[in-house]
């Protein structure tokens, strides 16, 4: 019995070593891990389309799999863990907080490569990958801004990371440069995904006067409740515009399949690299939905500059000046964000009439 | 607290007890197949079940009520496959309770695929004239749907079951005694084979309820834990029925006020309020398991325990 332990440990460990080395004819291993349902219609759905495109582009070429509603913290080191082991070369961990979990199994099976999302602690064999979903915000909180009849505008906001934070005020920035007396209301869920207490939060915010719904959950539910409510509500992560008829006016897509499509690649041309990507509305990875034409033509115009000039770098959605909510300068007059500053946001910007979670 | 004047308050009792709802219902129906000396962990599992068997069959017939019906079913259905696997099989209740939450996610998967973006029939309102234009009352108790009525007539139906029928009896004998209840004629496994599918049916009842009524939608794992929260609910309740409807207010009224509370700007003691229920249950669990004298906060002695006829 203990030989054949040993054969079995040192066949695992064989498979280990051999996955740096992918020769021709095996196929490449990849796996994908998603924090939630892949039918959610939003982020893990979007993920799961990139999973889609690799097949398809690859073919026989890989082997792929993936494992849904893996909980962020240990069950998910253990779902690498396991992934690791049983022979994948590469690993796409889809969620912050894979972030450690990440770093401990990389650390474990140096051959292994990972692929992390949305955070930003790299190793010889980690990589991460993130997109700038801040400038869809502000395209979105631009025509909030123009749309809102009640001039408040609810904001289903999940984890007070600085990703989240970032959302919120990219959206309100854009808002009040266009209405001055634009008011956000903020409900902290506590999850990405909780159908239910998302459309109590969307009913919350309904109920104490928004008309425009936006989320940073992954569910359709809040788009469901605007519809059925009749206020106006934004998409996120995926084009959720069948679930709102009425209510959508546009969503926030998230477009990871080429990325994923070209890190396969580089995977199997050997020409990998633990980079860092940050990409936005310029090359495609965030886009806007169609916007719906039930807003005035002018708004719908006048958003459409707002990304162009987002995309080709001519506006920064965080151009001074800009305070911080305490009051204290945050940026000058004309002074754009760095990247280092908006990786690490954790504060309201001015105006924000919220207390910030603790 | 000027703050707190966005807040309606008719809104927001009305928006309680749609959010107590679910769990009401399935606590109620674990709160049965505990009493009858089984513990079923699979509500989770029987109510995303029911969750999708409302939702296809409502969409398929266009009818609500076709939904609703096959929610019944199918959570009873769920439920008589645990109660075959641990009443004949003999099965750990414990093992057996979490393989049907697993069992019952990934089947929902599966038949709720092609209804993933589909809108139910809306399920109809009560509206009566004159008394539902009532300032507060009008919004609070007379604008609801028939389940969530329902629910509140279950509380009282299982209330009178439990205590003053001798079916009732009979049943709360098998989870004290099976032994007992079995030496003095009582068939102890249909009991509680019909109490788990009472179970069943009434957690299916409050699954469909979330994908009809409160998101109205179907989505994989859309139940999120509310499955667990009804077992906590159960205890919390030291099975009493009404307890469990103050339980479920209770639950259901943290979760909604602290998203009102945020709205309205009020972010102090959210997460305590959030956490708040959850630490009343364990306390209830601490407070169970070191008092040796169960009886005092009602449990039944034969909870959990397998039950065969040696001759």
């Known amino acids: ?358 | 607290m000027n703050e707190l004047g966005s807040i309606s308050p008719e809104l927001l009792v009305a928006s309680v007890m749609v959010a107590s709802t679910p769990i009401l219902l399935a606590g109620l129906g674990e709160l049965v197949v505990e009493k009858a000396g089984v513990l079923n962990l699979g509500v989770e599992g029987l109510m995303i079940i029911g969750a999708v068997c409302g939702f296809a069959m409502s969409v398929i017939t266009g009818s609500v009520l076709a939904g609703v019906l096959a929610a019944l079913v199918g959570g009873a259905l769920l439920g008589l496959v645990f109660a075959v696997l641990t009443q004949y099989l003999l099965s750990n209740q414990v093992a057996t309770g979490l393989a049907t939450t697993l069992f019952g996610l990934g089947l929902a998967s599966l038949i709720g695929k092609p209804f993933i973006g589909v809108r139910p029939p809306e399920m109809p309102r009560l509206r009566v004239e004159f008394l539902s234009d009532l300032p507060f009352i009008g919004h609070v108790l007379f604008s609801h749907d028939p389940v969530l009525y329902l629910s509140l007539g279950m509380t009282l139906l299982i209330w009178y079951f439990l205590r003053h029928t001798k079916k009732g009896l009979i049943l709360r004998a098998v989870g004290e005694n099976h032994d007992a209840a079995h030496s003095i004629g009582y068939k102890v496994r249909q009991t509680r084979i019909l109490a788990i599918m009472f179970g069943g049916a009434m957690a299916g009842l409050g699954g469909c309820y979330l994908s009809l009524v409160r998101v109205p939608q179907w989505t994989e794992g859309m139940t999120a834990g509310a499955g667990w929260i009804a077992l906590a609910l159960v205890v919390f309740s030291s099975w009493r029925p009404l307890r469990v409807l103050l339980g479920a207010w209770l639950f259901g009224g943290v979760t909604v006020l602290q998203l009102n509370l945020q709205a309205a700007g009020v972010g102090i003691g959210v997460a305590y309020l959030s956490v708040a229920p959850y630490v009343v249950t364990i306390i209830v669990l601490v407070l169970i398991s070191a008092n040796r004298s169960q009886r005092l906060l009602n449990a039944p002695a034969c909870l959990g325990r397998s039950y065969y006829i040696s001759s």
């Open chain 1, 1 to 358: 019995m203990r030989i054949l332990k040993l054969i079995a440990a040192s066949a695992v460990i064989a498979l280990g070593a051999a996955g740096g080395t992918v020769s021709a004819d095996e196929p490449l291993k990849v796996g994908f891990i998603y924090v939630g349902p892949t039918g959610d219609h939003g982020w893990n759905y979007q993920h799961d389309k990139g999973r889609k495109l690799v097949e398809e582009t690859f073919g026989d070429a890989v082997e792929v799999s993936f494992v849904e509603s893996v909980p962020e913290g240990p069950d998910s080191e253990r779902v690498m863990t396991q992934m690791a082991l049983s022979g994948h070369d590469l690993i796409f961990t889809t969620s912050f907080g894979y972030m450690d979990p990440t770093i401990n199994v990389a650390s474990k099976f140096p051959d292994v490569t990972f692929e992390h999302c949305t955070g930003y602690k790299r190793a010889d064999n980690v990589a991460t990958f993130n997109a700038r979903f801040y400038e869809g915000r502000a395209v979105i909180g631009h025509i909030a801004g123009h749309v809102t009849e009640s001039n408040v505008i609810g904001y289903i906001a999940t984890f007070p990371i600085p990703e989240v934070v970032r959302g919120i005020n990219s959206a309100y920035l854009a808002a009040k440069k266009v209405n001055p007396d634009v008011e956000f209301k903020v409900i902290w869920v506590y999850t990405w995904f909780d159908p239910p207490i998302e459309a109590d939060a969307a009913k919350a915010l309904i109920e104490q006067g928004a008309d425009v719904i936006m989320q940073h959950v992954d569910s359709t539910a809040a788009m469901l409740v605007a519809e059925e409510h009749g206020v106006w509500a934004f998409g996120q992560a995926s084009d959720m515009s069948e679930f709102g008829p009425n209510s959508h006016i546009a969503s926030i897509v998230n477009n990871w399949a080429p990325y994923y499509v070209e890190r396969v690649q580089a995977v199997m041309d050997g020409t990998w690299s633990n980079s860092d990507t940050w990409e936005g509305l310029s090359t495609n990875m965030v886009e806007i939905s169609e916007i719906t034409d039930r807003i005035p033509a002018d708004v719908k115009a006048s958003a459409q500059a707002v990304r162009d000039a987002i995309a080709d770098g001519s506006l920064h959605p965080f151009t001074g000046p800009i305070n911080r909510q305490d009051g204290t300068a945050w940026l000058a007059e004309g002074e754009t964000a760095s990247d280092g500053d908006l990786l690490g946001l954790s504060f309201y910007v001015e105006g924000i009439d919220e207390d910030f979670p603790q």
